[in-house]
Every structure is written in C-alpha cells, then in structure tokens.
T-cell receptor, first 110, second 112 residues
C-alpha cells in the first residue's frame, strides 16, 4: 500500500470549513483513498473513501486531484466535536489492511 | 454507536493472569479484526478473520490468542502478558475484507 503524508496538526475556527490535506504521490491505479478519524479514547470512525472522483456524504467531502497524488478532506462547518485525529489511508481495492499513520490532529476552536 | 461492542472497557491484569477480551458486531458483517494502539503509536493490525477463518496474523506473539466462533463474535485470549502489552485494543468489522471497517470503543488494558 502506498505511503501517505499528512501535517501533524491543524487548527480551525468553529463554523468554518476544515480542509485536511494528504499527499499520496506513490498511489497506484487500483488503490483507494480512505479517511478515518479518532476522537480521544474512542475507536476510529470511518468518514469517506474514493478512487478518482470527488465524493461527498453527510459527514464530509473528499477532493482527489486529477493525478491522484494528493487529496483533501473537507469538513464544511467544523464543530468542537470534530476535534480528533484524522487519518488518510491508501488501500488496494481487494486489500484487508488499513495501515494507520500518525494522522493530523485537528483542533476546532471557538 | 457503531454496532460493534467490546467488553470489558477497562481491564487491569497481572502478568500471570489469563483474561479474555470480547467483541460482538450487530451489523451482519463477515470480517472481523483486532488492532492494538499503544501510547503515542499508530494503530497496528493484529489479526483478521473472514467468515470465521483467520486470514491475517501480523506476527503477533503467541501470548495473544484470537478466537472467532462465528461471524458476529471475536475474542482475544490473553496469558502471561508483559507490561509493554498495555494498550488500547480495538475490534473492527466490515462487510467483507475489502470494505470500510467499523470500530468498537476499545478495551483499555493495563498489565501490572
């Protein structure tokens, strides 16, 4: 599975959009981009995933660049409850492994 | 609530004890996973089960023994653990091995 690079931490004002970047320059054609988050002392929570096209669900939007070498997770209106560690993970289509890195600590501040 | 429950939520055990962690999923999934999260470290995959069969053992020491009696239940049997095994143990499930995983709240284990 391709390696991902994320900033160690970010701050965001409550009510504003949080844009979390992820670099995956060695991604292969059959690898998906997954995002999970982990709120303190809880289990990770699935957010969204995508292959090539941008994706949106009730939690977030995922924007993948045309060359697929990077992506951005967007939380449109961040709340204090969105404070968590956000993990960007690349996984092959038929793979069973999620390889977690250090992620980005997002702090939403009032 | 993710549909994945874990018991107990907290466990303190001595190095000579034997204990078991339990995971149950109410999602109708066929794959289940154990992960370990030590302090200041990323989550590490330990075991994967698909339709009750173990498909992945990530070089886990034999003092950790998993059991999957059916697709809804997963156990992690612990014996003669070391203090460095103290960690958050997380269970997850997915529809199949390649699908998104749903995690339980974890068991915080302390080995004294």
């Amino acid at each position: 599975d391709a390696k991902t690079t994320q900033p160690p931490s970010m701050d965001c004002a409550e009510g504003r959009a949080a844009n979390l970047p992820c670099n995956h320059s060695t991604i292969s054609g059959n690898e998906y981009v997954y995002w999970y988050r982990q709120i303190h002392s809880q289990g990770p929570q699935y957010i969204i995933h995508g292959l090539k096209n941008n994706e949106t669900n009730e939690m977030a939007s995922l924007i993948i660049t045309e060359d697929r070498k990077s992506s951005t997770l967007i939380l449109p209106h961040a709340t204090l409850r969105d404070t968590a560690v956000y993990y960007c993970i690349v996984r092959v289509a038929n793979g069973n492994k999620l390889v977690f890195g250090a992620g980005t600590i997002l702090r939403v501040k009032s | 609530e993710t549909g994945v429950t874990q018991t107990p939520r907290h466990l303190v055990m001595g190095m000579t004890n034997k204990k078991s962690l339990k995971c149950e999923q109410h999602l109708g999934h066929n794959a289940m996973y154990w992960y370990k999260q030590s302090a200041k470290k990323p989550l590490e995959l330990m075991f994967v089960y698909n339709f009750k069969e173990q498909t992945e053992n990530n070089s886990v020491p034999s003092r950790f023994s998993p059991e999957c009696p059916n697709s809804s239940h997963l156990f992690l049997h612990l014996h003669t653990l070391q203090p460095e095994d103290s960690a958050l143990y997380l269970c997850a499930s997915s529809q199949a091995e390649a699908y998104e995983q749903y995690f339980g709240p974890g068991t915080r284990l302390t080995v004294t």
